[in-house]
């Protein structure tokens, strides 16, 4: 089974230019979720897709963040204009959504985590 | 308060040492409980859902009191392979079901 595909792997560029994540989650996922990792500290939910709908997007800056996932498949993250403060690693996961009893639920709802976007901004 | 909340670390420890990591949250709603496993500059990947009753995988015993909106992880007999960092995970069963993860407690196994 092909897992969670990311790119670019890698990201280099200077404050105020724009730059943009793809993510394509596992076969028949339909949550999808974006994470900013900044380094020594926890994953931080950016945005939760459930298909194409938006669940969960309270901590994304919205003045210069903005994602999509149009068609309930692959997802794009944009950053415009970046700032300093955006150097991270930006990580796409998706897990099934679906919901059953309690076991079935844990298990359904593993996060498959990509490898990862490194951005940094100069 | 942070939704998800962790001990920091890190922890240090030899080799065949038991040690346990904790973790609180705040949001009493949440119904699902997990422990990812994240080595350095990899993703993370799961290590073990928590479930009511508390389970076991191997070295591995997760507990969780949902009176005390705590959850806990112990390794026994720690090996080197073990070194890692440890996050908590909590999922909501209401506006949206999102997933928060801790900020993670990093463990150094020593030889």
């Known amino acids: 089974e092909a897992g969670v595909a990311q790119s670019p792997r890698y990201k280099i560029i200077e404050k105020r230019q724009s730059v943009a994540f793809w993510c394509n989650p596992i076969?028949?996922?339909?949550?999808l979720y974006w994470y900013q990792q900044i380094l020594g500290q926890g994953p931080k939910l950016l945005i939760q897709f459930q298909n194409n709908g938006v669940v969960d997007d309270s901590q994304l800056p919205k003045d210069r963040f903005s994602a999509e996932r149009l068609k309930g498949v692959d997802s794009t993250l944009k950053i415009q204009p970046a700032k300093l403060e955006d150097s991270a690693v930006y990580l796409c996961a998706s897990s099934s959504g679906k919901r059953h009893g309690e076991y079935r639920q844990a298990t359904n709802e593993k996060l498959f985590f990509g490898s990862g976007t490194q951005l940094s901004v100069l | 308060r942070k939704e998800v909340e962790q001990d920091p670390g890190p922890f240090n420890v030899p080799e065949g040492a038991t040690v346990a990591f904790n973790c609180t949250y705040s949001n009493s709603a949440s119904q699902s409980f997990f422990w990812y496993r994240q080595d350095c500059r990899k993703e993370p990947k799961l290590l073990m859902s928590?479930?009511?009753s508390g389970n076991e995988d191997g070295r591995f015993t997760a507990q969780l009191n949902r009176a005390s909106q705590y959850i806990s992880l112990l390794i026994r007999d720690s090996k080197l392979s073990d070194s890692a960092t440890y996050l908590c995970?909590?999922?909501?069963?209401?506006?949206?079901?999102?997933?928060?993860f801790g900020a993670g407690t990093r463990l150094f196994v020593k030889a």
């Open positions: 928590v479930y009511s």
């Open positions: 076969s028949g996922h339909a949550t």
């Open positions: 995970v909590v999922k909501g069963n209401t506006g949206g079901f999102k997933t928060i």
